[in-house]
């Protein structure tokens, strides 16, 4: 998406998307490593094999986006 006047990351609200996607990146990793960090205790205080704890993982990856995201589809 170009403007007549250049690139759309020229105009305020290109670098303004640009800011966001890179601020919502950050928070990803951020959040996926911080789940990462949690998955010991969880294994350990709830008694979880490794099996159980990759979907632990999954289902926190798969339903965590959509909650925080305010997703359409929320009630």
Known sequence: ????HGSFLATRRGRLTLLLLCAVQFLDVADSS??????????????FSAQNLQWV???YLITSPPATTGSPHRN
């Open 1 to 4: 998406m170009t403007t007549q």
């Open 34 to 47: 911080i789940m990462n960090a949690a998955l010991p205790s969880i294994r350990r205080d709830l008694g």
């Open 57 to 59: 993982l999954s289902a």
